[in-house]
């Protein structure tokens, strides 16, 4: 994605935490501004946009297919790198929130986030301008699952991630049909 791909030209911070709230701060910023690039140049139509916006999910899904192999690959590397990345994402709270999730609870949160990235290319395509209000919530969304990691509480997260992504997802069905 947009904000991981720019975080990672970054110099790297000594601390996760700031840069696991840095990511989520300029998630809104750089996805937004791709997906309204898409939207005003690429893609036109209901039926297109909709499948723009699963294309886009399904990116996010693979990338986060990715990060799950990876960080289930550190959870038994015995080396010292993979003794500090550990320590790393569990000072995110990221470490605890992989080893504890329940496939059904990892399949939910990608759905809701499908919804989201559909709802946000249905609504920029009705709408250009309405990414001056995608921005602010793809980044508090992210924002609120940075906190809520950190205080290990996955079911609250999830509940949010459901109830944003059904929300944005119907708002984006609604612009289309008025």
């Known amino acids: 994605p947009p904000a991981a791909l720019a975080a990672s030209r970054l110099p790297r911070m000594k601390a996760p935490r700031p840069m696991a709230s840095f990511m989520a ?14 939207v005003l140049f690429l893609v036109k139509g209901f039926d297109n946009l ?3 916006g699963f294309g886009w999910a ?4 693979v990338y986060t297919l990715v990060n799950a192999v990876v960080i289930r690959r550190l959870l038994v590397d ?4 993979a003794a500090e990345a550990r320590r790393a994402l569990a000072s995110m709270g990221f470490l605890q929130y992989v080893q504890n999730m329940v496939p059904v609870l990892g399949a939910i949160e990608r759905a809701a986030v499908s919804l989201l990235h ?6 920029l395509g009705w709408n ?11 980044s508090a969304v992210n924002m609120s699952a940075v906190r809520l990691l950190r205080r290990h509480e996955v079911i609250r997260l999830e509940a949010i991630v459901a109830a944003v992504g059904a929300a944005i997802f119907t708002l984006g069905l609604l612009a289309w049909r008025l």
């Open 118 to 123: 559909i709802g946000f290319t249905l609504l």
């Open 128 to 138: 250009p301008w309405l990414v001056f209000v995608t921005m602010p919530v793809h």
């Open 58 to 61: 399904t990116v996010e899904v």
């Open 50 to 52: 909709l499948w723009a």
């Open 25 to 38: 701060l300029i998630s809104g910023p750089a996805e937004e501004t791709v997906r309204l690039l898409l």
């Open 78 to 81: 015995p080396s010292e790198k």
